[in-house]
């Protein structure tokens, strides 16, 4: 039914009406991500340029809306809550920032979930407001497939990986 209990981070769910919304704050820091690896920061760049101006994350945000204190994983020693490699890529790869809503990608059977193939997925077209355009969320994509490496299984990287390729197999 294309049901949302909690929204991704720069939507936030208007309990009256049931309704997704766009929450400013947060998709403009979403926006301002998307930005940034476009011209060709990396995430953890552009984790320490939103940790620089104070941008806020998604617990930080999430604790202000529910009035309470979020548990202390969020946070450095100091009491702050940080941005990370891993929060800036969560953002990149969510598909619902383009308005897609995504359901139904693992079934529970027994108590074990069980993840499913992406062909038995359910997609519902402009469910959310589109906060990130189509091509823009394509492009960031094709990025992120390029820089990926592959898992070497824990064996010594070479000393020149990831400055010189080989011209025959890249």
Known sequence: DGIV???PFGYWKDKNTVQIKVATEAAVTVQIIYSLYLQGCGQKEI???LN???RKTPAQLRAERCGREVRHTHKTRD???LWTYASVKNILVEEAY??????HRSETNGGKAKRLEQAEWYRHENFFPAIIQRDIWEK???KLK??????NGNKAKHRYAGLILCKECG
Request: glycine share 12%; no cysteine.
């Open 98 to 103: 383009t308005g897609v809503l995504i359901n």
């Open 47 to 49: 984790a320490r340029r």
């Open 5 to 7: 209990i909690t929204p």
């Open 146 to 151: 390029a820089q990926a490496r592959p898992a």
């Open 79 to 81: 009491g702050q809550f």
């Open 140 to 142: 960031a994509q094709q």
């Open 52 to 54: 620089a101006v104070g």
